[in-house]
């Protein structure tokens, strides 16, 4: 495809082994069912099991990055990967005690692998097309998302939800090995370590940085909202006489949209300042809740998902390989670590925050994630004048592409992978 002729081949590798180990990590959706199915636990605890997974998941977001730059993307992502599917293997063996710590680790691990993943992105594709790297892995993802809930519910209907267990953990174990067969070790820059000892510190990084930390704080904001749609929105379309099947309707428009549009998306709009087409996607998902407000009609309920979809392709992509482009080459897993962080804080903050709000106020749960929604875009392309690293400030309305050239070493393009 022309779109991804600027995506080099250990990309395209590294995302058939997201699709790969996309389409097993099915363990997720059907943890809470588990926890309360088969092992007989109250929604209490099996809530608060779920939350310090989530917790640890939001963890190795943050620091695996940090980890990479020190000691090898690679390296870390094959760890990664080694301890979460060992952990999963075992998972249906172990006492419910044991639940409380060994489910944390196996989503620590998951949150390593994803950060170890987007930085071996980012040091595989120079400035410019990195957009397109993003988009691939993305696109790899919600296909193998799309296939892997329909087959885990197979899998337990037919055999057990242990089943589900292990096959996520041998098919993690097996990500590893396809991994460290098309990224080989030697000579690969992509597991040398970035670190510089000498190097300016994180906190110096950002602040000469200020778009990229006012960009971060959007998308705090704004996965709060966008996680909405997985916590209180079934919930408020039911309470309006919606099934769970139209809620399925939905969650299927917007997978069918986003593996359909992302990826010419990406390649139409590489040229365009990124901070431009961000700020236009945060306001979009804004618009998408708003357009609830008036009720949960279908007309109502699709305007959302659509609108929300459409905010989705163009803020994702391209707000990761902004924070790529604008990061400093020795930490570059660092930055990719906050933005991967921060991208799904929602899935912590979202259903507790959203909850309480809709049991409170529910009139007030849609106009709140419009506001938050607007307000973060709106920042975003404030940030258009903000100063970057070697570059003076400019008007808001430059074209030019945003973020600095990096140097990030020589492309990591192994001959056997």
């Not at 998902?285 to 699709?302: K, N, Q, R, T």
């Not at 507790?352 to 849609?366: D, F």
């Amino acid at each position: 495809m022309r779109m991804l002729r600027d995506v080099p081949r250990t990309v395209r590798l590294l995302a058939f082994g997201a699709f790969l180990n996309t389409v097993v990590s099915f363990t997720f959706v059907y943890l809470f069912v588990y926890l309360t199915g088969p092992r007989g636990l109250s929604v209490t605890q099996a809530g608060v099991i779920s939350g310090i997974g989530g917790i640890g998941l939001v963890a190795g977001n943050f620091t695996g990055g940090w980890f990479g730059d020190r000691y090898g993307h690679r390296r870390m992502l094959l760890l990664g990967a080694c301890v979460g599917g060992t952990a999963l293997v075992t998972l249906p063996v172990l006492p419910v005690a044991a639940l409380y710590a060994v489910l944390p680790l196996a989503q620590y691990a998951s949150g390593v692998v994803r950060a170890a993943n987007a930085a071996l992105v980012a040091v595989s594709v120079p400035e410019g097309s990195r957009r397109q790297g993003f988009a691939l892995t993305r696109f790899a993802s919600n296909g193998g998302f799309t296939v892997g809930p329909p087959l885990g519910a197979l899998v337990a209907a037919r055999f057990s939800y242990d089943w589900l267990f292990l096959a996520d953990g041998l098919g993690t174990l097996l990500f590893a090995a396809y991994t460290a067969a098309v990224l080989p070790a030697r000579g690969a820059a992509h597991d040398r370590p970035a670190h510089d000892p000498a190097a300016p510190g994180l906190r110096h990084a950002l602040l000469a940085r200020p778009a990229v930390l006012v960009l971060l704080a959007a998308i705090v904001c704004v996965d709060l909202v966008y996680r909405q749609m997985f916590s209180t929105l079934p919930v408020f379309l039911a309470d309006h006489g919606r099934s769970t099947q139209f809620y399925g309707w939905l969650l299927a428009v917007n997978g069918g949209v986003i593996l359909c549009l992302e990826l010419p998306a990406a390649h139409a709009l590489r040229k365009r300042a990124p901070l431009t087409i961000v700020g236009t996607g945060l306001l979009l998902v804004g618009v998408g809740y708003a357009a609830l407000i008036p009720g949960a009609g279908a007309l109502f309920a699709v305007t959302m998902m659509v609108s929300l979809t459409a905010g989705e392709i163009l803020y994702k992509t391209t707000a990761t390989a902004y924070v790529a482009d604008q990061a400093p080459a020795h930490a570059q897993g660092t930055f990719q670590s906050l933005y991967a962080g921060v991208s799904i804080s929602g899935q912590v903050l979202a259903p507790p925050l959203g909850g309480a709000l809709y049991a409170t106020a529910p009139a007030l749960l849609w106009p709140v994630c419009a506001v938050l929604a607007g307000g973060a875009g709106a920042a975003v392309l404030a940030a258009r004048r903000l100063r970057e690293p070697g570059r003076p400030p400019r008007a808001a309305g430059d074209g030019r592409a945003a973020g600095p050239v990096v140097e990030t070493g020589s492309p990591a393009r192994p001959p056997a992978g």
